[in-house]
Every structure is written in C-alpha cells, then in structure tokens.
C-alpha cells in the first residue's frame, strides 16, 4: 500500500522515499504510508514534505489518507481526471495559500471584518471564505510575489482593528483552491 | 514574539495544517480513500485548544 500525495506535471525525481508515478498528462507523488501514529509530529512530517516540493514545482496536494494498493492503482485512480487535474495545476502556478483567522475580541464590526477581508483579497488571485466560529475565516491564493504585500496588509489591519486578532499563516500549498470552481 | 505567543503561533498553524489536511486537497475516488484512525479526534481536541489560546491572551495585547 502507498501513500498518494500530490500531483504535479513535474516528472522530475522527487527527493527519496517519494516518488512520481505518471498518470496520462499529469505525474502523482507517491510515498511509503507512514508508520506510526497519527500525531501533531508525523502531520508536519507530511506537510515538510509537501513544502519542500512546493518549493521547486507546482503542485496540488491531494486530500490527506488517500491510500492505495500500489502504482498502477495510482495511475489507474488519477489518470482519468487528468484534463480537470492540468486546469487545476494552471489555476495554482507560481501562487501559494495564505489562511487568515479573525477573531473577535470584543467590539468588532462586520464592517471590519468584511474591510479585512476585501483588502487582502485585493493581494490575491482568488479567495475562499468560510463559515467557523471566528469572524472571518479565509484562505487566500496569493502569487509569490505579493506574499510581503499581503503579509504588510495583514499587520496594517490588526493595526486600524484592535478589536479583531489576526492570526495569518502559511505559506500552504493550495489545499483550498484543488477543486473546480 | 514572546514565548508564550510563539506557542499560541504554532498552535494556530497546526489547527490550519489540520483543517487543511481534511478538509482540503484533491479527492481522489472515495472508494480507495482510507479514513486515517483518530485524525477527526485530534482535530476536535485542537479547535479546543486554540479557543483556549485565544480567549487566554489579554487583551489590547499588541
């Protein structure tokens, strides 16, 4: 059994024990299951893994536990999608995700709220927000050239809107921009 | 950053990574999909922990 993780149209080899297994237009990174438990530690291990080849190809990350019998069950599993799949590595090139939580801590507005958001998604080149306890929650795909931009916005709206906390992280691979829109 | 918000920092970054790793990423057919054992706990028992980071940080902080 192996671990599906992500898909690029990079055939290069990925640093071992990952591997690429083509899959028509585009390749799958493949890699031994882990073993172990599932813990806050083996969850960061996965996700330097990603980073890492973030860092030198496009990719989307494919959702987490995604498992197979082996690489012809891989190619076979992701080989038919592959058109959708291509369209879904151009929509990501050369960006990354930022996530943005603000939380309110008394006295904030929705007119803040929807400030902070409209002015970070003016440093991106698509947004997706979402429903949670916090007053906003949103992952942004950013080009990697407007990440100083975005992370200066960030500072200059906790700035003007003490009454929200911005809490913003990533870099991410685009886990939240993978499925057609 | 002081060490206590440097804490609460990476405890943020791993409730997105957690949201991220189920909420997120290409499907791929469900019937070869694994549910890993436990993530959905681990996820619970983070979302509680980030409460508790920010509801425990004073306020008027920065």
């Keep these: 059994v192996i671990e599906l993780l992500a898909i690029t149209q990079d055939a290069g080899a990925p640093p071992p024990p990952l591997r690429v297994v083509p899959a028509g237009p585009v390749s799958v990174v493949v890699g031994p299951v882990p073993e172990g438990e599932v813990d806050a530690e083996a969850l960061w291990a996965r996700e330097a893994l990603l980073e890492d080849l973030m860092e030198e190809r496009s990719l989307l990350p494919i959702r987490f536990g995604t498992r197979v019998e082996d690489d012809a069950a891989a190619a076979e599993a992701v ?103 | 950053m002081s060490p206590s918000s440097a804490i609460a920092a990476r405890d943020v970054a791993l409730v997105d990574l957690v949201d991220r790793l189920l909420g997120g990423g290409v499907e791929i057919a469900g019937d070869i999909t694994l549910a890993v054992a436990g993530v959905d706990l681990v996820h619970v028992s983070l979302r509680a922990l980030v409460s508790s980071v920010e509801t425990a940080r004073p306020k008027g902080e920065e």
């Design chain 1, 79 to 181: 080989a038919p999608r592959g058109e959708e799949l291509v369209a879904a590595l151009e929509r990501v090139r050369g960006a990354v995700e930022l996530s943005v939580r603000a939380v309110d801590r008394g006295g904030a507005d929705a007119a803040a709220v929807d400030d902070v958001h409209a002015r970070l998604a003016a440093h991106a080149r698509e947004y997706a927000r979402h429903d949670g306890p916090e007053a906003l929650r949103s992952a942004y795909l950013v080009d990697r050239a407007a990440i100083d931009g975005f992370v200066a916005a960030v500072r200059e709206l906790q700035h003007e809107h003490p009454g929200l906390s911005i809490l913003c992280t990533g870099p991410w691979p685009p886990y939240s921009f993978t499925e057609p829109r």
